[in-house]
């Protein structure tokens, strides 16, 4: 019956939110989520035909557990992006920072998968600073794996220091962290990206860019991605007014600068192979 309810609740959605759907800026996402609650609701095949519905052409996708990424990934291996999320249960995402069996696991999965990143993960203030994340760094090292990071700024800034030489992305911009923190890793870490995804702050009251987000923007305009975070099933139910409204930003922007944030970044971050 639960399945029943989400997957009536995505059809609507979806019929009304059609109208979102014009002028379709194409979107490559970097922060899609399929999890265990929505593999019986939503078939493979049809959560990727939502996206393309949506102009949306490749994604990363990490999953709890991380079956959900290689689900979507074996349905369209030219569209999908998987992502190895270091947790492989609910549970396990508040303590994996700290699980003497992280490494084993990540191992063990890569093996299976052939996963492009790790994350996105949750880990905030010191719980960066452990044993297992460094083992964890070691193993994206090895396998040249961008990090997909849920953090707070003490959480960021121990990654970025603990992971010099890689690839970081900040989930959703750090949240509310102020815009100059942000302005500053970016001006210190040449790896350092922010994806956008329920980012606080950007907009005014009108719905338009602020000046200091447009300015961000404009000048660090290879260093952001965008991304719906599909994180539960009303995301996924809502994804054509999320698609509109990311978008209804991005044209706020100069056409080569939307373009670069909207897909050009993931693809040089995610070359297709």
Sequence with gaps: ?????????????LFVGMAYAEENIEIHDAHIHYDDDMWKALPAADALQMLK????????????????????YAQDSDMVIPMLRPYDSW????????????????LSQLK???YRGIGEFHVFGKNADTVQIEEMIQVAHEYKLPLHAHTDLEGMTILLQKAQGLVVMWAHGGGDVPVKYLRNFL????QFYIELSLREGMLDENEELTAEWKQLLTKYHTRFLTGMDTYKPSRWASLPETAFETRHWLKQLPEEIAADIAR???NRLFPKQ
Excluded: C
């Design 1 to 13: 019956m639960k399945h029943r309810r989400i997957f009536f609740l995505i059809l609507i959605n």
């Design 91 to 106: 549970r396990h995402r508040y303590f994996w920072y700290k699980d003497p069996e992280l490494k084993n696991y990540l």
């Design 53 to 72: 519905d949506q102009n949306i052409k490749r994604v990363l996708v990490s999953s709890t557990p991380t079956e959900g990424a290689a689900i979507l």
């Design 187 to 190: 001006e210190e870490d040449p």
């Design 264 to 266: 050009h970044n993931l």
């Design 112 to 114: 299976e998968v052939p």
